[in-house]
């Protein structure tokens, strides 16, 4: 059963740093492509970026140079490292996963960064 459980996030200043955590069951991380979304209050939700079954990753523009996302394939978890946190990144964050054709969302977490 493919399962996607998130951890961290939570409140910080302006200027900090996040690390937010999704750990896969069900399928191996290194062998799917695994994305990050975030969706801010009262927007849709956007792509963050991926990493790719090959460990090739990619980031919006608007998160370039301060969020990296990487994957720990022994513990078979995916993270996102958010650094230079502004404002403007509040938003509920989830990770997710397309495997044997379907869609899997993590659960969500809030990330509240204040001035």
């Known amino acids: 059963q493919v399962q996607l459980v998130q951890s961290g996030g939570g409140l910080v200043q302006a200027g900090g740093s996040l690390r937010l955590s999704c750990a896969a069951s069900g399928f191996r991380v290194g062998d799917n492509n695994m994305d990050w979304y975030r969706q801010p209050p009262g927007q849709q939700r956007e792509l963050v970026g991926s990493?790719?079954?090959?460990?090739?990753?990619a980031v919006a523009d608007s998160v370039k140079g301060r969020f990296t996302i990487s994957r720990d394939n022994d513990k078979n978890t995916v993270y996102l490292q958010m650094n230079s946190l502004k404002p403007e990144d509040t938003a509920v964050y989830f990770c997710?996963?397309?495997?044997?054709?379907?869609?899997?969302w993590g659960q969500g977490t809030q990330v509240t960064v204040y001035s």
């Open positions: 997710k996963t397309d495997f044997s054709w379907s869609d899997y």
């Open positions: 990493i790719s079954g090959r460990g090739d990753t």
